[in-house]
């Protein structure tokens, strides 16, 4: 396999406030340790160090934990948003929030709207645009980290629909429960072909987390 082979993993997840505030720090840990973990499966599928990315949307909570640990291991950030950023920093609303939002796009090496034909392709009504960015999301990733508290979608473009449209895709999920537990990793049914890159990932990281069945609330709305 070339070294040249980069590894792309994307992150889904609740926002803050369906977030218990006494399971953030755990939340952090649980996704520093699973970008270190993805990089060290990367690095035996290639034989080299290989070249990380990670696709964030960069909402309040879980996205921004997981594009602030890839910065801090020297990471690239690929940032799909639902809408234009002017009109996205309205999701935000106080100006701590709306700071770290500018940090991370400047830190981005690629900033990417969701485009209108996308947005019309997949409807949902007003969650269209948020159904659009999780496709954005999983389209080029192997792995995706999902921040889930294990309920069923409640509509387009949610965590668990995002989780449920990758594993269909043939990508692989690594479950960290919102409400505790321990990281669980979700391969896709059949797994990729054996030798493949994303075969290796699977094999490297199961060495480390909990393989679980795809949970039926795991599931497009």
């Given at each position: 396999?070339?070294?040249?082979?980069?590894?792309?993993?994307?992150?889904?997840?609740?926002?803050?406030?369906?977030?218990?505030?006494?399971?953030?720090?755990?939340?952090?840990?649980?996704?520093?340790?699973?970008?270190?973990?993805?990089?060290?499966?990367?690095?035996?599928?290639?034989?080299?160090?290989?070249r990380c990315v990670l696709y964030s949307a960069i909402a309040e909570g879980a996205d921004r934990y997981a594009a602030d640990a890839a910065l801090a291991r020297g990471w690239r950030l690929?940032?799909?948003?639902?809408?234009?950023?002017?009109?996205?920093?309205?999701?935000?609303?106080?100006?701590?929030?709306?700071?770290?939002?500018?940090?991370?796009?400047?830190?981005?090496?690629?900033?990417?709207?969701?485009?209108?034909?996308?947005?019309?392709?997949?409807?949902?009504?007003?969650?269209?645009?948020?159904?659009?960015?999780?496709?954005?999301?999983?389209?080029?990733?192997?792995?995706?980290?999902?921040?889930?508290?294990?309920?069923?979608?409640?509509?387009?473009?949610?965590?668990?629909?995002?989780?449920?449209?990758?594993?269909?895709?043939?990508?692989?999920?690594?479950?960290?429960?919102?409400?505790?537990?321990?990281?669980?990793?979700?391969?896709?049914?059949?797994?990729?072909?054996?030798?493949?890159?994303?075969?290796?990932?699977?094999?490297?990281?199961?060495?480390?987390?909990?393989?679980?069945?795809?949970?039926?609330?795991?599931?497009?709305?």
């Open positions: 396999m070339s070294s040249q082979r980069a590894l792309v993993v994307a992150v889904t997840g609740h926002r803050l406030n369906q977030l218990q505030e006494a399971e953030r720090p755990r939340i952090k840990r649980e996704i520093e340790h699973a970008l270190e973990e993805a990089e060290k499966a990367a690095r035996l599928a290639t034989g080299s160090l290989a690929i940032t799909p948003l639902p809408f234009s950023i002017e009109r996205y920093a309205e999701d935000f609303a106080d100006a701590e929030s709306k700071e770290h939002y500018q940090r991370l796009l400047w830190a981005s090496r690629r900033v990417a709207p969701a485009p209108d034909d996308l947005i019309a392709q997949v409807g949902g009504g007003g969650a269209a645009p948020y159904a659009a960015v999780g496709r954005m999301l999983i389209e080029k990733a192997d792995l995706l980290l999902c921040i889930w508290n294990g309920l069923p979608p409640k509509g387009p473009g949610g965590t668990s629909e995002v989780a449920a449209l990758m594993l269909e895709k043939g990508g692989l999920v690594l479950w960290i429960p919102a409400g505790g537990g321990a990281t669980k990793l979700v391969g896709p049914a059949p797994l990729p072909r054996a030798g493949t890159f994303r075969r290796k990932i699977h094999e490297a990281l199961a060495e480390t987390f909990v393989r679980a069945a795809r949970p039926a609330e795991m599931r497009v709305a």
